[in-house]
């Protein structure tokens, strides 16, 4: 192998790696049974109105008790405990204080054989969906508010009173009414926010001209140990703004806010999203991040709503929550298809996929579902799909092959070369050229094959590293129980630098094949290559090691399989070319083998 080949090859690693980052950085229910416990914290307008010694009496339970026109509610605060709903999909778990959910969980989708959990909170984070004071995030209204369940509604309701100067209320109230509205089987639901002030003047909830913020907080699901990775595993902010372009949020000390209307801001994870849409009104959206706190990476979105001018507002806000699995997004593209009568979110721009490439990965996708349908193992029909790609490119890595080996015959003259020409490097590049000329070889024939094959490789990266159906998917029981991680076959009770605490089985077995694959391949060398065959030989495969430990086990499984098949075919090919030269068969480049191999410092023939 040659040296501009092997230059060659490290630059089309190079380029994989850089693509392989630039590609994963940026491109209504039936009605529910309702225990008679549920409702009974239902308190009315009416029985507040009549009761000017209970609103009194909630002095105490002041919200926002250091701000101008400070509040504080009325009701019953003692019937705070929290009370689940289920539609087919959802398994919410909703907290009166606030009005929050504490919980979200996919019925079908797992984790240990669990719904997986779509909230991701620490002890002391705050829940799901907590209205704030004007656009002070760090006052949340935890008022206990009432609440009953109406078939697909679950309607919370809360009083509240101007407090004055003196800490005496004012008899004008308002009622804050916060519905949440879901569908039996989609994955979106509504919030509407109902403001009413008991007199007919404006709502007396503002602070610096916002009137209040609902936040999603503090972090999508699956719960993680570590920060992500952006490989592997991570989370991800987009946005569309109005006319329909998908952009990624600059985030800058930590926080990305913005006045403009949107038409979605999406916090995505790599197989599920939050996607908060709000309705006409202008809010000011927020995106916040932060490593500080009980979680390893807290991502918040905020929507505030400017102050309310009106005796009465309704607001409306709709939330995704849900796998990353377009047909489940795409309905909200058509007003026919969905419970609530959407159209054009386009919230199947949220998924992640190569801009350039999406066309290619799908073809793969649909490939790899298809060799599923025959044999209904994931593992296994990775495994055909990796033997098919390779039979697809066999022409142009048996070209490759063909080409490395000619350059690899050519190097004892080339290095002659070398020397002859040593003092007049024009003269040499021309021998050179005239050499490649007479024995029909294009110098760079060796890796024009590779580059026409990075597209595919990159494609399948972007395919295995994410595809929702590997979550959770099964190769082979008690090594490999999901294609979607990697394949932990021990934890140490110490952390490895670099790799964790993690024993994984499959980047072994890959860099092995790696190494073993590159050592077949080296039909000669001269002295002046050696040194370089040597880091292609062992520093690439350690290099790809420490690179890929953490990469999901369906990734490289197809990775480790190309390697076995790579090395099948240059042993064929090796075996092939030894029974030509036994039975005299001529080489096309007889010319070059009259021409003594190097010899080393003992003096003998490599």
């Not at 225990?35 to 000017?52: H, M």
């Not at 697809?392 to 190097?411: C, N, Q, W």
Request: hydrophobic fraction near 40%; glycine fraction near 6%; charge should be neutral.
């Amino acid at each position: 192998m040659d040296k501009n080949t092997i230059i060659a090859i490290v630059l089309s690693v190079i380029v994989i790696t850089v693509a392989m980052t630039i590609q994963t950085t940026f491109f209504a229910p039936s009605p529910v049974t309702t225990d008679a416990s549920l409702t009974e914290n239902v308190v009315s307008a009416n029985d507040l109105s009549s009761s000017p010694e209970l609103l009194r009496a909630s002095a105490d339970m002041a919200w926002n008790s250091g701000l101008p026109g400070s509040f504080s509610c009325v009701g019953d605060q003692s019937k705070s405990q929290q009370f689940e709903y289920q539609t087919d999909v959802f398994q919410i778990t909703f907290d009166p204080t606030g009005a929050s959910v504490s919980s979200i969980k996919l019925k079908d989708h797992l984790d240990d054989g669990q719904p997986v959990e779509l909230l991701f909170k620490g002890p002391e984070d705050n829940n799901a969906f907590l209205m704030y004071a004007g656009d002070d995030r760090t006052n949340p209204i935890n008022a206990v508010f009432n609440y009953e369940v109406r078939g697909n509604e679950v309607i919370f309701s809360q009083t509240f009173a101007p407090v004055s100067e003196d800490g005496s209320l004012s008899d004008e109230t308002f009622t804050i009414t916060k519905t949440y509205n879901f569908g039996q089987k989609e994955y979106l639901f509504e919030i509407k926010v109902d403001i009413a002030n008991s007199v007919n003047k404006s709502i007396p909830l503002s602070y610096d001209n916002f009137a209040y913020t609902l936040a999603f907080e503090p972090q999508i699901g699956p719960a993680f140990d570590e920060m992500p990775n952006n490989n592997y595993n991570y989370r991800r902010f987009y946005i569309q703004a109005d006319g329909g372009k998908k952009a990624t949020p600059k985030i800058s000390n930590g926080q990305y806010r913005t006045s403009d209307y949107l038409t979605w801001a999406a916090l995505c994870g790599k197989y599920f999203s939050l996607i908060g849409i709000p309705d006409a009104t202008r809010y000011t959206t927020t995106l916040t991040e932060s490593t500080s706190g009980d979680i390893a990476l807290a991502s918040k979105m905020y929507f505030s709503r400017p102050a309310v001018r009106s005796a009465s507002n309704t607001d409306t806000f709709r939330f995704y929550c849900g796998p990353q699995i377009k047909n489940q997004m795409t309905i909200y593209n058509e007003s026919a298809m969905n419970g609530f009568g959407l159209a054009n979110l386009h919230l199947e721009k949220a998924l992640d996929s190569s801009s350039w490439l999406g066309w290619l990965e799908n073809v793969l996708k649909w490939i790899l579902q298809l060799f599923y349908k025959l044999i209904p193992n994931y593992g296994v029909a990775i495994i055909l799909l990796t033997i098919f790609i390779k039979l697809i490119l066999y022409p142009l890595t048996k070209k490759s092959m063909d080409s490395t080996a000619k350059m690899s015959m050519l190097g004892p003259k080339m290095e002659e070369m070398k020397v002859k020409y040593k003092d007049n490097p024009q003269k040499q590049n021309e021998e050179m050229a005239k050499l490649y000329k007479e024995e029909k070889i294009n110098p760079l024939g060796g890796c024009l094959p590779m580059l026409l094959q990075f597209p595919i490789f990159i494609a399948l990266y972007g395919l295995l590293n994410k595809h929702f159906e590997l979550r959770g998917a099964m190769f082979i029981p008690g090594w490999i129980p999901d294609l979607s991680v990697p394949d932990t076959v021990f934890t140490f009770p110490f952390n490895i630098p670099f790799l964790g605490n993690g024993l994984h089985i499959l980047p072994i077995i890959y860099t092995a094949s790696m190494i073993y694959s590159m050592k077949i391949t080296q039909t000669g060398g001269t002295p002046q290559t050696n040194g370089t065959m040597k880091f292609m030989t062992w520093g690439m495969p350690i290099i790809f090691f420490f690179v890929l430990y953490d990469a999901p086990s369906g990734l490289l499984l197809y990775w480790t399989v190309m390697n076995f098949l790579s090395i099948a075919q240059q042993y064929y090919m090796n075996k092939k070319k030894q029974k030509e030269a036994v039975g005299g068969v001529p080489a096309k480049t007889s010319n070059v083998s009259k021409f003594p191999q190097p010899k080393n410092q003992k003096g003998k023939k490599k």
